[in-house]
């Protein structure tokens, strides 16, 4: 009786094996897929985060040192696909003045 119920569940719980689909044809339009992206930078001096412009930040040596103007400029930038490979992104190009952040 068991090995009756085993080689029936065996026999119900198989099934045929899928085949792979057929290639994509290279003419066929493809959905593309929009999202958003955002950086979240930060201006250091040593370890400490400067907030504001002319406030003197201490370093690991002891030496003072206050911002007057802090710009980073990032361009050519690129999307790293699940598969290893990179897509640039078009116009990509970020400036980013603190005094105009919050």
């Not at 057929?22 to 493809?30: I, K, S």
């Not at 400490?48 to 003197?56: F, T």
Request: with cysteine; hydrophobic share 35%.
């Amino acid at each position: 009786m068991i090995v009756l119920l085993f080689l029936s569940l065996t026999i119900i719980a198989c099934k045929e094996k899928e085949d792979d689909p057929e290639p994509m044809d290279p003419g066929t339009p493809v959905e593309i897929k929009k999202g958003t992206f955002a950086f979240h930078l930060h201006s250091y001096i040593d370890e400490s985060e400067v907030d504001l412009y002319n406030i003197p930040y201490q370093t690991l040596d002891g030496r003072t040192i206050s911002l007057s103007l802090a710009q980073l400029y990032i361009s050519e930038i690129e999307a790293e696909h699940t598969d290893g490979s990179f897509h640039p992104v078009e116009s990509s190009v970020v400036l980013k003045v603190l005094d105009k952040e919050t």
